[in-house]
C-alpha cells in the first residue's frame, strides 16, 4: 500500500530529537512520499537540509505563508521565488490567506498570493493554498486566473460542501488531514460530497494529529490513520483509498 503526505512541515524543530525515526515510521506504514511547504525565508534551509538528507522521499515547495507576510513581503517573495531552478520543487506553497490570527495585512496577504499564483503558472507547478476564515477572499484571487492552467490544493480543507464544490470546478483536490477524524467533523460530509478522486491526504504535522493521537504532536505515519478514515467514510477498502488518494498526489505534483 502506497501513501503520501502532501503537507508535513517535518523539518521543523519538533522533530529535531528523532527526525530519522519519524521518517522509518512512515515508510513502514506506505508513506513513500512527503511533501514540505515553505513557511517563510527563515524555514528554507531547514527544509532544503531535509529534501537533501531524505531524497527523493521529502519533496520540498516554495512559497510565503500568509502569517508571515507583512510589509518586507516583496523582499521576502524575491529570495524564496528564487529558489526555483537551483532545487527541484514540487510547488508554490504554502500561500493565501490567513485572516484568524490577524487581519490587518489583507492587502499584503491578497498581493502576495496574486504574485504567487502567477509565478506558478508561468512555472506550471500546482499551488497549495492556505485559507483559515477567508474562502471568498481566497477564490477571489483564483477567480482572476481562471482558464490560466492553474491547479493546485485547498490544504487543510475547512469549507462547506458548496465550497469544495466551487474548489472542484477550478480543478482543485481538497486536502484532507486529522479533523476528518474528529467527532461531529464537518469534513465528513465534504468527503462525502468530493469523493475519492478528488481528495490528497495531508498530516500538517506537527499539528493536527488525528484521534486518537490528538492532543499530541502530529507525524507522516498518522496518514495511515487518515487514509482508514476515508475509507470508511466512503465505504471503500483502506487499499482502494491509498491507492487513489497517491495516484491523486503524483498526477497533482507531478512526482
Known amino acids: 500500500m502506497q501513501l503520501a503526505d502532501t503537507h508535513t512541515h517535518l523539518y521543523l524543530p519538533e522533530f529535531d530529537n528523532d527526525r530519522d525515526e519519524m521518517i522509518s515510521r512512515a515508510l513502514a506504514c506506505g508513506v513513500e512520499k512527503m511533501l514540505m511547504p515553505n513557511i517563510d525565508i527563515n524555514s528554507v534551509e531547514a527544509m532544503l537540509s531535509a529534501a537533501n538528507r531524505y531524497k527523493g522521499i521529502c ?3 516554495t512559497g510565503l505563508h500568509p502569517t508571515s507576510v507583512g510589509a518586507d513581503y516583496p523582499e521576502q517573495l ?6 526555483h531552478g537551483k532545487h527541484n520543487l514540487v510547488a508554490i506553497g504554502e500561500i493565501g490567506i490567513d485572516l484568524y490570527w490577524d487581519k490587518s495585512h ?3 496577504q491578497l498581493e502576495a498570493m496574486r504574485q504567487q499564483v502567477a ?13 483559515r476564515e477567508s474562502f471568498p477572499e481566497v477564490f477571489s484571487v ?3 486566473f481562471r482558464g490560466e492552467k492553474l491547479s493546485g490544493v485547498l490544504h ?9 464544490e466551487r474548489a472542484g470546478d477550478m ?7 486529522g479533523p476528518v477524524t474528529y467527532k461531529n467533523s464537518k469534513t465528513v460530509e465534504v468527503v462525502k460530497a468530493a469523493g475519492i478522486r478528488n481528495i490528497v491526504l495531508e498530516t500538517d504535522s506537527p499539528w493536527l494529529s488525528p484521534v486518537p493521537h490528538r492532543g499530541r504532536r502530529n507525524e507522516s505515519s498518522y496518514i ?3 487514509n482508514r478514515k476515508i475509507a470508511e467514510i466512503l465505504g471503500i477498502s483502506e487499499e482502494e483509498s491509498a491507492r487513489v488518494t497517491f495516484e491523486n498526489s503524483c498526477r497533482l505534483f507531478n512526482i
Not at 156 to 164: M, N, V
Not at 172 to 177: A, N, T, W
Open 59 to 61: 519533496l520540498p515547495m
Open 78 to 83: 524575491e529570495k524564496i521565488l528564487d529558489l
Open 106 to 108: 489583507l492587502k499584503e
Open 119 to 131: 509565478f506558478a503558472i508561468s512555472k506550471n507547478l500546482p499551488v497549495v493554498i492556505h485559507s
Open 142 to 144: 483564483l477567480d482572476e
Open 156 to 164: 487543510a480543507f475547512s469549507g462547506t460542501t458548496a465550497d469544495a
Open 171 to 177: 480543478g482543485f483536490m481538497l486536502g484532507i488531514g
Open 224 to 226: 495511515a490513520v487518515i
